[in-house]
């Protein structure tokens, strides 16, 4: 539908345009986009234009575009990320007032961990998390969780792929991140000591939806040489537990 | 560019399509979203397909379609909301802690005010506001506040057009709304008893960008008959210019 004369719909060029942004760079100009893109100047400029029309995309005072109001709006009002967020963030709150780390949660999305929240005091410690962004599954504790308890196909394409570590202690080896896997699901935690920073350590709980299955993992980093390890991990447990109560009630009482 | 027969560009579409879903209703049928949109079931099909192809909607076991979390990725991660979000929310906490009571942000969007983030205790009282929701701007405190600060064009279109108040206690008289917001312009903030319900109470300070200009409003929703009105104020006022200090921070800083 809507294919140019190199066979590529609409639909996927703005996704290419959207692709462009991040919270590193909330604007860019028309040509910017051009380049990163591949789309010829003209394409960019009439895709911009009609995105610009509908409010997904904004215009700044010296004509560079940003991602719109509106795009956020949408994709939010809908979102069921929206409906698990605004039901864990009283709880994550808790976790965050007892321990004043990050506290974050993440969900599933492409054999990777997306980060949908994070809760952080002005005197937390270091973090690369972030909302909207990812991090490989073997590599993060939130990750970890969700691969222990993901179905076989995804376990499997991940232990078979090729495993890079973002810290020297990430585990890159398949049958050592076959091991944590089967010790996560035994003690019902992940602990990931340095695998993103070596001055971190993450800890994550499963937590479950209203009919059983994972639907999220909730996490706090703490500084490595932090005595709140097990403290941490009996808080997260709780946490998480009252978010699945919570939305079993909200789904009840609809 | 690429428009139907009937005219309307498959942008348009997809908009039409992506709002019919809101947080009352994450998922729709193909012939539902078909029958809201009056697009045809053909069409509908069609468009649905190739959005869930790059993961901007996605379909459930029983083939019902909802927003997908890459659309909400992709919305979330170029947002200038979310930097404004992620500076504010350790304040919002703050005010939040100190209160116990629903601590809310809000920005000007398309003449309402669009709520980017709400924190709520457990035991908070009643809200009708909603992340990625919106309210009228003379009919809620965070809205009488960005009223109060729009330039004149903005003012003279809310002031001269028919206002309908949500509560009998809701301002919709032009003298006495063009009073009121002299009165915020005056004092630094916005009263709001029972404009949106009787028994509620907001209270609402601007919160300034790094350039000086209004870029949101920071508020809280007590209840009517609640003695923490004044401590809220000046509780409201501390946060909003510490969000300034800090987006000034962090600009300087990048």
Known sequence: MANSESGDSLISRVVRILETFDTDRTSRSVSDIARRTGLPSSTTHRIVSELSEYGLLERDDRGNVHVGMRLWELAMRGSQALRLRQVAIPFME?????????????????????FIERLSARDSGANITRIAGRLPLHASSSGLVLLAHADDDLQHRILSSSLTGTSPETITDP???????????????AVAPGYIAPESLGIAVPVRGPGGGIIAALSVVLPRDSRDADAATVYLKSAAQGITRAMRASQNAQ
């Open 94 to 114: 808790d976790v965050q007032a007892k321990l004043r780390q990050h506290t974050q949660l993440a969900v599933l999305e492409d054999d990777e961990a997306l």
């Open 175 to 189: 049958d050592a991140l076959r091991a944590k896997i089967a010790e996560i699901r035994r003690v019902g935690h």
